[in-house]
């Protein structure tokens, strides 16, 4: 390490936190579908809370098997009519043909939603191989070209930086993401990750691969331990030992709990932001003040009142 190295490193250290942030961050935010009344009022309630940060769009999930269309349509209708966000609609080809994927793309496309969050989504069963549908989309490239055949929607295709599970190399994973983007996706948004060096490492061999899409983070704020190692033992997210330590004797600690996770988070967008990263999309599990909390470190204010009506 030279003593220019050991300088820029003891720069940063001294730097006051979030102090080089310039307001030129974006965020989008993304929710699931409300499976009752309580959990559309949190979601009403968290979409009001982050809807004036004016995020570039905002998404909602589409559920295990298509388990969740009408929610989901229901969920992204209601988005795009009632307030002044951008609604993004998630679309698997689990269990479904071709048309019957179609139908649901055009009745997005008539509800006035432009942009789909294009995925292959994951068998019905957890842990079994995905077998496509007969007469349906084979994974996420042949679904992104079946949706720009009906209409030019934006589209939005999942990203891994620690290398998808069913892919058996970093480079079969890279080739994936650039036939999905070379089928006409605009940007790739990552699995959930805790390490930016993983994240860097990607962004280096996505451009190594001639891919000039961007590749938009995602961040899971993690309050819940538990909970996230059971999403990421799905997904290949590596939690690291660290942060199981961080969590541990806070469980019947809320605040501190809340605390802790706005701290991880924070940092860890603090370094993608020194890294240069400029777009931030984080998975919000339907609650707000994590996600809103980590934008307003990145330096992102309200911009226009929100048109929410309670819910
Ligand atoms: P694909 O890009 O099709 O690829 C999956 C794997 O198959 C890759 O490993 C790839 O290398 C391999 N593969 C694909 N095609 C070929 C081929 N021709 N030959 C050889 N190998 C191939 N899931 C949901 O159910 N609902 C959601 O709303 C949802 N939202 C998500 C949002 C984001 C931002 C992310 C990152 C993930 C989301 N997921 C969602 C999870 C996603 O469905 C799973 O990760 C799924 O296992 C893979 O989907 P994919 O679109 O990445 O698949």
Redesign the pocket.
Known sequence: ISINQLEEARRALDAPLFADVAGDAEVSF?FFPPKTDKMEEALWEAVKTLEPLGPRFVSV????GGSTRERTHATVARIQRETSLAAAA?L?C?EATKEEIDEVAEAYWAAGIRHI??????PPVAGSK?VSHPGGY????DLVAGLKKLHPFEI?????PEC????GSVD??LD?LK??LDAGANRG???FFFSPEAYFRFRDRVAAAGITAEIVP?ILPVSNVAQTRKFAAM?NAEIPDWMGRLFEGLDDHPAARQLVAATVAAEMCRKLYAGGVRSF?FYTLNRAELSFAICHLLGIRAKTQAKVAAA
Do not use: M, W
């Open positions: 993304e999930t589409y559920g295990a998630h698997t689990v969050v294009a995925l292959r989504g994951d995905f084979d994974n996420a490239a939005s295709v999942a990203a891994y998808h599970p069913d892919s079969v994973d994936n036939r999905k948004i990552t699995q995602g997904c999309h």
